[in-house]
């Protein structure tokens, strides 16, 4: 496993895909720094560090379907899998090894975005004024998060040798699902009733409707059962750290710890059976 784990670790020095979301991530935070920090000029406003302070949370499953997709897929092209089975790896050393290394570097890109931030946030924008406890445990959930992402992309990565399959079913399954998180959200975000308001009719008058029900708000198991998937799905945790507010931090952890036990177990099992041509 050490010779596996140094060997990736060789080649994550080198990656051009893996540098090139490092830099973005400090490239988005330097941007968004600037911008907040214009706008709070200009309209005389402020703007506290945490507002921006989680955006890598939107970024970095993207990211890291892209990343993860080719890191895995040159494996497969360079014919650098078969050749550590021939020399005597077991494959779950393999999975494991490329597992763990693709996690560190997501880890990596989080760090890319949050260190540019507080070096130039707090001068700009003071020091946190919410509860370090409750940052901390955003960051934690965050990082967890993050595993689940890569558990799932390495999941597909090592049982699609074609670098471009795994490429298209990651990137377009991060999309999709970045796509049903935000559709839950728009219904929990529903009212449960329509104000009252007024308006003026053709011929003048003045009429006025009362406040009415929504037939389109969720309520009871229904409710409950889209607030689940919403914290659940590792999109949908992305959308609430983002704005730091998971609604069941516990839920989250631990459909993030259970999405990258599921994905590595399976994953390890699946590539065990896989005919690697």
Known sequence: MYKLLAANFSRLKKD?????????????SVFLEITYYRNMILHDFTITLETLFFTYCTFIGILLSAFVSLFIGTEYSDGTIRNKIVVGHSRSA???ANLLTCCFAGLIMCLCFILPTLAIGIPLFGFFSA???????IFILSIVMTFAFVSLFTLVSMLKQSRAIASVINILGVFLLLFLAAYINARLQEPETYDAYMYATESGVIEEEGEEENPSYLSGRKRSVY???????????????????????????????????????AGMVAFRKKDIK
Do not use: E, H
């Not at 051009?16 to 988005?28: D, Y």
């Not at 509860?131 to 445990?137: A, K, M, P």
């Not at 689940?228 to 989250?252: E, H, K, R, W, Y």
């Open 131 to 137: 509860d370090l406890r409750f940052i901390l445990l």
């Open 16 to 28: 051009k895909t893996f540098w090139i979301c490092n830099i973005f991530m400090i490239v988005l």
């Open 94 to 96: 393999i999975y494991l």
């Open 227 to 265: 607030q689940f998937c919403f914290d659940a799905l590792p999109t949908g945790q992305s959308i609430q750290f983002t704005q730091m507010l998971p609604d069941d931090p516990l839920v989250s952890g631990l459909s993030s710890a259970a999405v990258c036990v599921l994905a590595s177990g």
